[in-house]
């Protein structure tokens, strides 16, 4: 873990090396996943095969390549009450919240009289990647199965890992929840690869969405072109701006509900009292010592943990929470609204004492596959527009063609193009 102080005389020069850190852009990573993306192209199934062997160690020919729908169906009714009721209550928020993002569709005729518009629709079919490596993610197989829904996307076609051949029967019921056509035993960047290229078993997809590990994450940025993407989601991120009043317990819990996804997750805390930071430092240890995962956010907060100690909070925090552009920030002061108000990167923010960001992670509605490694900068979370494209289109009649269609003719002579004017010309005739 890195302490910082803002009046440290290299406080500018370190923070710059955390924000240029760029951890998902790793080169080895990059060359990694490209060898696995070409295997996929040029052997389909027999990398696959291969590749899951190795990563998942498991053999598909007998563990199954598919898990049926029909074994979703068992899952989801086998399902103790109480957790068929949190998924539940989850599924119909996100449902709720996604709904909401549906958009209209444009159509009118301007003052020159053209008809204008622009009509949305949804994907073909979608490749949805579910996290499954270290620990299971029914509630990411929600977050990216609900908006696909919404959208009208017709084929939902799921990839997750299965460790050691073993499913996790909450992604399975998640799975029937949420109404999935296709669950493949297959994950990693060769998921990602089968879903974009297609392969004699698995049909290729429009779009990938989806969460994942540095390997997964590139391997979307690499396919982006081949396939449509939501936006680069990888290893996990949040960003805690606390002030003294806070239970340094829960700031604690906080940054190692992040770092216990990944060891190359990251958590940051910044805050305006050192003696504070001291004991959330002190009360992390604690905590994380009692942590199944202990081992995971250990590592991660030792590698990539950072601690900001600033002279104010309100004026100095938020310059440094954009330039960081993390997934998570969340804000525990009694009026987060003026940090909030400066906010301007970040994939979502959590306002108040009382939100932490796991909340967000499962229940509260939005979607929590995020873009990662400062992408908030330019890209947003997943959302029903994601699985939907726009057409325009536009209609003229012989009028309206003779108010604009001349300006249209003098264009195409400037720019060289006399077959562009020749065809508005005839009709102006
Ligand atoms: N940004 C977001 O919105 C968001 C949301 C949820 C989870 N996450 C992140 O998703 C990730 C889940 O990671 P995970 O590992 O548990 O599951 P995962 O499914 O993302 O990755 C597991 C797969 O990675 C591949 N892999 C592992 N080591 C490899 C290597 N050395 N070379 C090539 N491939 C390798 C294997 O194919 C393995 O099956 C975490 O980083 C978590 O922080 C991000
Ligand atoms: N925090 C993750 C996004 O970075 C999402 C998640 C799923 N399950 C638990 N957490
Ligand atoms: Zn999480």
Redesign the pocket.
């Known amino acids: 873990m890195q302490l910082l102080r803002s009046t440290d005389p290299d406080f500018a020069a370190r923070f710059a090396r955390i924000v240029n850190d760029r951890r998902e852009s790793d080169a080895d ?1 990059s060359r ?2 490209g060898d ?1 993306l070409a295997r996929v192209r040029i052997e389909g199934d027999g990398a696959l095969r291969d ?2 062997a ?3 160690k498991h053999d598909l020919d007998n563990s199954g390549w598919q898990i049926s729908l029909k074994d979703c169906k068992a899952a989801y009714k086998a399902l103790d009450k109480d957790l068929r009721k949190a998924l539940d209550l989850a599924a119909e928020r996100i449902r709720a919240y996604h709904e909401g993002q549906l958009p209209v569709d444009r159509d009118h005729v301007d003052e020159a009289g053209v008809r204008l518009g622009a009509k949305w629709r949804a994907v073909d079919a979608a490749g949805l ?7 299971a ?1 029914p ?2 197989l929600l ?1 990216n199965a609900i908006p696909a829904k919404v959208a009208g996307v017709e084929r939902l076609a799921v990839v ?2 299965t ?1 050691l051949g073993e499913v996790n029967p909450l992604v399975l019921a998640a799975a029937h929840l949420a109404g999935v056509d296709e669950v493949w035993r ?6 990602v690869a089968a879903l974009a290229y297609g392969t004699a078993t698995i049909k290729p997809v429009d779009v990938i969405t ?8 590139e391997a979307k940025r690499q396919l982006f072109g081949v396939v449509g993407i939501d936006m ?6 949040i960003l805690v701006i606390a002030d003294n009043r806070n239970d340094p317990d829960w700031i604690a819990a906080d940054l190692l509900s ?1 770092a216990e ?2 060891p ?2 990251q958590s940051i805390l910044i805050t305006d009292d050192a003696a504070f930071a001291a004991v959330v430092e002190d009360a992390l240890d604690v905590t994380c010592a009692d942590l199944s995962t202990n081992r995971v956010a250990r590592e991660s907060w030792d590698d990539f943990g950072v601690i900001i100690v600033v002279q104010d909070l309100a004026k100095e925090a938020p310059a440094l929470a954009n330039r960081l552009a993390a ?1 998570h920030v969340e804000i525990a002061t009694d009026d987060p609204e003026a940090i909030f108000a400066q906010i301007r990167h970040a ?1 979502s923010v959590f306002l108040g004492r009382h939100t932490p960001e796991a909340v967000g ?1 499962y229940v509260a509605g939005p ?6 490694g400062r992408r908030a900068r330019f890209a947003s ?2 959302s029903v527009l994601d699985f939907m494209k726009r057409t325009s289109f536009i209609q003229l009649d012989e009028a309206a063609l003779a108010r604009i269609g001349p300006a249209a003719v003098a264009l195409a002579h400037v720019e060289g193009l006399p077959a562009h004017a020749k065809s508005v010309e005839l009709r102006l005739k």
């Open positions: 990573v990694v996943v696995i590749l899951t190795r990563f998942d990647y579910v996290p499954g490596g270290r620990a993610y509630s990411s977050m997750t890992p460790p297959v994950g990693g960047a060769q998921g989806g969460p994942g590990n540095a390997f997964v994450a680069v989601a990888g290893p996990s991120e992040q996804h990944d190359s997750a997934e994939g992670d979607n929590h596959v995020l873009p990662t979370g997943l």
